[in-house]
């Protein structure tokens, strides 16, 4: 009978085992059928170029303002805008009356000097009167040039003409909306001038290719190479100025068009992974990944640089052999249990 009793108690303690067994696998499943799927992918280091990009307008190589002298009237102008001068050329004239008059004074001053200097030869004045002679004949000539270079205006380098502010018989009267009577553009070549941080300072040099592209010619590159790297750093923006000189035989390239100028620094190693993985924290500039921990995530700070086509650089926060979240972070929170797509719900991570 004893024995009968211990047989039965055995078999009740085995079913309630059994069925103890069974709700704890019921529970595991249903937690992790809960796991978010998502994609992973180990952080490793890579050898990339460190390519920076900067947007600026497409400037003139040079530009010249064709100006006369202020409240003289313009007699004529030779050219017109879209007309491509040569230097040297004529292009506009003003009134010569004031210039004849200063050829006048000219003439007279040099027959002065000739005069006192045949009488400091024999005695009959002294060479003081002869010396103040030569002054007034040395002003004499300087207004002459002066006026000369503001009667006959002419080109201070071959180029375009691309503006033209005034016309025949207009007193020449400057303005802000009027700032000369011509204006001279050089466009062979053409220049973009770009600010780059402080940080690429060393590794940017004269000579150095670049590429260029606008939103005029969208499939097209243009290529350019960095003319001047000026010598001082801004210290409000923390960046420097540099010339970046783009040949423009067939003159495609216009000044104001908008420019997007690349630079290629070299290859560099460092973290890089996909930009889908890092997040910016809204209304700041905080950005971070989700790391993976077992079957959970962690949420990690973390400091980019660069990017490199679908790739961003990470300058602090991972370390290579780690695993992040690349797909599925838009469910994730600190903690948030997690397995791989395409996996069973039983094999979660």
């Known amino acids: 009978m004893k024995n009968s009793y211990k047989s039965i108690y055995a078999i009740v303690f085995s079913v309630l085992l059994l069925f103890s067994c069974g709700n704890g696998d019921e529970a595991q499943q249903e937690q992790t059928e809960k796991a978010v799927a998502v994609e ?3 952080v490793q280091r890579h050898d990339f170029p460190q390519i920076i990009e900067y947007t600026a307008n497409v400037e003139a190589w040079e530009t010249a303002y064709i100006t006369g002298q202020n409240g003289v009237r313009i007699d004529e102008i030779y050219v017109s805008e879209g007309e491509q001068v040569r230097k040297g050329q004529l292009l506009a004239t003003m009134n010569s009356s004031q210039l004849s008059q200063a050829q006048a004074q000219l003439d007279l001053a040099r027959r002065e000097v000739e005069r ?3 009488l400091v030869q024999i005695g009959a004045v002294s060479g003081q009167r002869l010396d103040q002679a030569q002054t007034e004949l040395q002003n004499a000539l300087s207004n002459f040039q002066s006026l000369g270079q ?9 180029g375009v003409i691309t503006a033209k502010y005034f016309s025949e018989g207009e007193m020449y009267m400057p303005s802000a909306d009027a700032p000369a009577i011509l204006t001279l553009m ?8 770009i600010r780059i941080g402080e940080r690429f300072y060393d590794q940017v040099e004269e000579g150095m290719p670049a590429t260029v592209r606008t939103d005029v010619y969208p499939d097209e590159e243009f290529m350019g190479e960095v003319y001047r790297v000026f010598p001082t750093i801004d210290r409000n923006s923390r960046t420097f100025q540099t ?11 216009r000044p104001g068009m908008f420019a997007r100028v690349m630079l290629n620094l070299g290859e ?7 930009s889908t993985a890092v997040v910016n924290q809204p209304g700041t500039t ?6 993976k921990e077992g079957d959970s995530v962690t949420r990690v700070n973390v400091q980019t640089g660069n990017r490199y086509q679908d790739q961003i650089r990470i300058l602090s926060g991972l370390e290579a052999g780690q695993t992040i979240i690349t797909e599925g972070i838009g469910k994730l929170n600190e903690g948030t249990r997690v397995r791989l797509m395409g996996k069973p719900a039983q094999q979660a991570l």
């Open 268 to 274: 560099i190693e460092g973290i890089y992974v996909p």
């Open 116 to 118: 006192l200097d045949t």
């Open 150 to 158: 503001n009667t006959r205006l002419t080109a201070n380098f071959n």
């Open 286 to 291: 905080n950005r971070y990944v989700f790391l």
């Open 243 to 253: 010339e970046i000189r783009i040949e423009n035989d067939e003159r495609r390239l």
């Open 186 to 193: 050089q466009l062979e070549p053409v220049k973009v001038t």
């Open 40 to 42: 992973a992918q180990q």
